[in-house]
């Protein structure tokens, strides 16, 4: 389920034709101008290494997760084998962390498919149909802009619950707006290109235009953005979590790490340091993954609408 | 222009009429009922719902009985006369004092990190802007979005592990006194600095490019006269749709860094009220919150509109749905991106448009 959302391997610059060929040695100069940008190639084999980690979590954590030692609390680093101490509840702080980056590599992932869907479906309809679904949208839009998207995933949580179904759910359905309308802009554009009315001259339908003609064509920014939003999910899972509103304990999560370290940081500043900083090395290799593809890939057209 | 002002008045009410409608049905599939918090006794409102029923009191206005409808009529028009009645959690108070209270406290915070952003954020701009395509320009545009891309809260983690760990200087956490509002404010201002100069540069670059510039020049004026008189002047306009995001964003949008600090501020508020699922106080704070960003935006629009008097025209021919582009709410990452990618400003990778010094000296530059 991750690795494929990730991998630059479908972009097709919106303003190739629908010839197949040039699409291809397109993408191929995209990732060639890519593995150039040695700042993105080398976050894109870090987060590979960090998929593995989160993956493999239960085999490479040295130690249990949720196993208290309530002798041992609060103990230094590299004491009695723990390589980052224990927690307040003498939990092993490095493989929490190790499971902390599987939870937010999930929830990020995850929560981002789930507004990439709902964008989809949404932008598509909008843009090709037009008239009354797009005002409503448009209208739509609008109001969810006036909530600010934490404010809207606090509010589902606390309807929803504190599971990782829910949460989830609830970071999805509060991002998926500003793709919408990405995909919205884009249909507008593709929709008068040559190559579509040519499809619906010989009668193909809707549908098929917007899946087999549409879709192909504005991929490319979709992946930008995607690709800067993961990471936005995965700060809006931490977010939660300092919030006190995140997966339920014990799961760990950066975010509880760093709330409930947060009481004893003037004796123990490695509780907090020591998620944070592999926190923003995640969230930063993303970042940089999705500038490099935005530069690689350039085909933002000054298009927001 | 005022028929204008008119109608994003009506479109605001609406908008926020059509908030408190979603918050309030989504508040009504929470679970458990309002009797159900009161038979756990988690909160003070055991004497509350079997109390004398009449008047004020919280089972009159919330209990099983009421129906929703009603339940939502009483506490908007509650909330237009500014007395929304007690909240679950602590029925002595009413839901616009606690607010009331809570909303100076973010204040204090917002309006000082506001200025801070603008005070930094000029001078970085204009230096990556004027030095394009130098060392300095790289390298600060290459911070400035790293620190875009990190989120807010972790500088006030920074701070404190440099300023309260390692120094010792400042507090850790709470709300006593002076010295307690300097790593927050520092803190909120560090996100909105690193957007506000990407802007500045980008906006000034622009500027540069524009063909009274190389007039100004060709008349003699001096580099410096020039840069302050001309560029910076026409290159702050549109910086004004960003200045009214960041402070509605840094009024409401505190929430981790006072949850985090302890700060008794309206983000910790609206957190507190979500935890114990205080419906009324969720529902006073969200509008509130709702309510400054419209209002904000409004501003802004309305700013803009008078500082330029092309978007005054089309203000006043506009559509419905057109109206000039707005910083709006997005993700600062997304926002500059959308605004700022145009191929220009590519976060100091290799840009292929001219040094806007030398296209500006011999003015041979293509617009695009």
Redesign the interface.
Known sequence: MTATTTEPIEPVDPHSSTNHESAQSELGRGWARFKR?KLAFGSLIFMGVLIVVALGAPWLAPMSYTEQDLTGRLLAPLTDGHLLGTDQLGRDVFSRMLYSLRTALMIGFAAELVALLVALVIGLWAGWRGGRTE?LL?SFT??M???????FS??????M?RTVFAIILAIGIAGWV?QARLVRAQVLKIKNFEYVEAARSIGTGGVAITVRHILPNAVGPLL??TS?AI??AI?AE??LA????GVAPPTPSWGGM??DG?TY??AH?HL??AP?AL??LT??AF?WIG?GL??AF?S???D?A | MLAYVARRLVRLVLSLIAVSIITFGLLQLVPGSFSDLAEVGSTALGDQTSGDGGGDSLASRYGDQVPAWEQYARFMTGLVQWDMGPTFKYPQSSVEELMGEAFLVSLSLAVPATLLTLLVAIPIGMVAAVKKDKLADYGSIFTLTTIQALPGYLFALVLVLVFSVGLGWLPVRGWAGPEYMVIPVVALAVQPTAMLARYVRSSMLEALRDEYVVAALAKGGSRRTVLVRHVLRNSLIPLVTVVGPIFAALATGTVFVEVLLGIPGLGRLFTLAARTRDMPLLMGTTLFFALILMVMNLIVDLVYGLLDPRIRHQQRTSSRWRRPRRAGLLPASQLVDSRTQGGRDDGGGGSETPSPDVSAADGTEVRR
Do not use: H, K
């Open positions: 940008n005002s448009m609008d109001v802009y006036a909530f600010p998207t934490y404010l606090v509010l589902l949580v606390v309807i619950g500003t930008v953005t800067f990471p936005g700060i931490s977010g300092l919030l006190g509103l760093i709330v947060y940081v003037l500043p907090i340091a944070l926190f923003s969230v930063l970042t500038d935005r530069d350039d933002s057209e000054e927001s």
